[in-house]
């Protein structure tokens, strides 16, 4: 497939996990990729790889809370690519805690990363997709929106990222620009295996009790996640916007 032959995206938390099969599923279909992540050392694997494999990207470094970094970020990747067409707006944290073991400073930087980014960021692009009258922009929620026992932050943040989504494609859908999210629940990624071992388990073991709860019996693959952005992302969602798409293998 070519569904985006001749456009630009932006990912942010490219380095691994949902953003790197993100930032390759994009490239795969033809688009030049800003592969952002903390460092530019983080996500540069991930844009050699695409380059490996005969697509185009470049590697970023940016603090995605940061306001002032991206207000920088966004007219290098202009100056690179000349226009984005596409914007993921990925990048996560966890800092799992019951709610009495939490600090402000956890639930600070849980917030800023996971949801003030995805306004800083769409803030910063918008105004040129608004001067392109076009522009998809997909946000990364998670089942975790709905409540989890020890992500009060996280929870929190993800809810949020839904509501922002919603208003976002209220504003901007005037200049023909879609925003929508994608929730997954339980991946296989290293945020998942962090969380096992904190939980005094296995990656393997942790994810055989999800399975068991999970209506298809397994966990989700990053590439999976990827498929269903690129969905919203493509011409396919043309007339798709303000929605939040669970991706969780038929959980409730």
């Not at 996990?17 to 990729?33: D, Q, T």
């Not at 690179?80 to 939490?102: P, Q, Y």
Request: glycine fraction near 10%; hydrophobic fraction near 45%; charged fraction near 20%.
């Amino acid at each position: 497939m070519s569904r985006f032959t001749g456009k630009y995206a932006i990912v942010t938390g490219a380095a691994q996990g949902i953003g790197a099969a993100v930032a390759r599923r994009l490239a795969s279909e033809g688009a030049a990729v800003a592969c952002v992540d903390y460092t530019a050392d983080r996500c540069a694997p991930t844009a050699e790889e695409i380059i490996k494999a005969g697509g185009r990207a470049v590697a970023y470094g940016c603090d995605v809370s940061d306001g002032g970094q991206v207000e920088a970020l966004v007219p290098q990747v202009i100056g690179e690519f000349g226009r984005v067409d596409v914007l993921v707006n990925n990048a996560g944290m966890t800092r799992d805690n019951l709610l009495f073991r939490m600090s402000e400073d956890d639930w600070d930087q849980v917030v800023d990363v996971n949801l003030k980014s995805v306004f800083l960021l769409t803030r910063a692009v918008q105004k040129h997709m608004v001067d392109q009258r076009a522009g998809a922009v997909v946000n990364l929620s998670s089942r975790s929106a709905l409540g989890n026992r020890g992500q009060a932050n996280y929870a929190a943040a993800k809810a949020g990222v839904q509501g922002l989504t919603a208003t976002m494609a209220l504003e901007l859908g005037p200049f023909g620009i879609r925003v929508n999210a994608v929730a997954p629940g339980y991946v296989a990624t290293a945020m998942t295996e962090a969380t096992a071992y904190r939980v005094g388990s296995t990656p393997d073991e942790h994810q055989a009790a999800a399975s068991s709860m999970i209506p298809l019996r397994r966990v989700a693959q990053p590439e999976e996640i990827a498929s269903v952005v690129a969905f919203f992302a493509s011409d396919d969602a043309s007339y798709v916007s303000g929605q939040t798409l669970y991706v969780n293998g038929g959980s409730r």
